[in-house]
T-cell receptor, first 113, second 112 residues
């Protein structure tokens, strides 16, 4: 089944403790992206990747890192999480960057205390 | 600087057409308009996209004005399962990369 998977789905952590949220897709998609969703603000793009080893900042990249060493994986790294990064995070992928639909993962709900 | 603006909420009677508007007055010539919807806190689901021409698929129709500064998503026969938040999105090409700007969405409630 074609899908985007994220792990973990729920995470509660403390300020400053490094964490990684994994994202994987099995559709051989070139474009992958991370979004965060906060009440009243809709979804905002954090980082995106046009292909392997090609990543770029989205609208709200501060406090996050990403890597794209393999086509299927696009992990989101929080080196030193802070409470303002408490949010619902979505990973998405698409065959290419434009003119096609993005497939979204189920979301990761992160709480930083 | 919002790329898209949408009304925060709308109601629609079951079986009637739902018309959801979106303004994207700063859109450039090569920027697509996409529509997604989100039910509760699930991952957004693709509905339709377009560049200049009107588009139709099995889910909805997308009407884009000639000047491309606004568009309307039409759900022809709304059902209760269409109750969701609908996002109008612009894809912006920046230095060869592609960023997607979601608005804050319209919460559509379909009323029996």
């Amino acid at each position: 089944e074609a899908q985007v998977t994220q792990n973990p789905r729920y995470l509660i952590t403390v300020t400053g403790k490094k964490l990684t949220v994994t994202c994987s897709q099995n559709m051989n998609h070139e474009y992958m992206s991370w979004y965060r969703q906060d009440p009243g603000l809709g979804l905002r793009q954090i980082y995106y990747s046009m292909n392997v080893e090609v990543t770029d900042k989205g609208d709200v990249p501060e406090g996050y890192k990403v890597s794209r060493k393999e086509k299927r994986n696009f992990p989101l790294i929080l080196e030193s999480p802070s409470p303002n990064q408490t949010s619902l995070y979505f990973c998405a992928s698409s065959l290419r960057s434009g003119g096609v639909e993005q497939y979204f993962g189920p979301g990761t709900r992160l709480t930083v205390t | 600087d919002a790329k898209t603006t949408q009304p925060p909420s709308m109601d629609c009677a079951e079986g009637r057409a739902a018309n959801l508007p979106c303004n994207h007055s700063t859109i450039s010539g090569n920027e697509y308009v996409y529509w997604y919807r989100q039910i509760h806190s699930q991952g957004p689901q693709y509905i339709i996209h377009g560049l200049k021409n009107n588009e139709t698929n099995e889910m909805a129709s997308l009407i884009i004005t000639e000047d491309r500064k606004s568009s309307t998503l039409i759900l022809p026969h709304a059902t209760l399962r269409d109750t969701a938040v609908y996002y109008c999105i612009v894809r912006v090409v920046i230095w060869g990369g592609n960023q997607f700007y979601f608005g804050t969405g319209t919460s559509l409630t379909v009323i029996p």
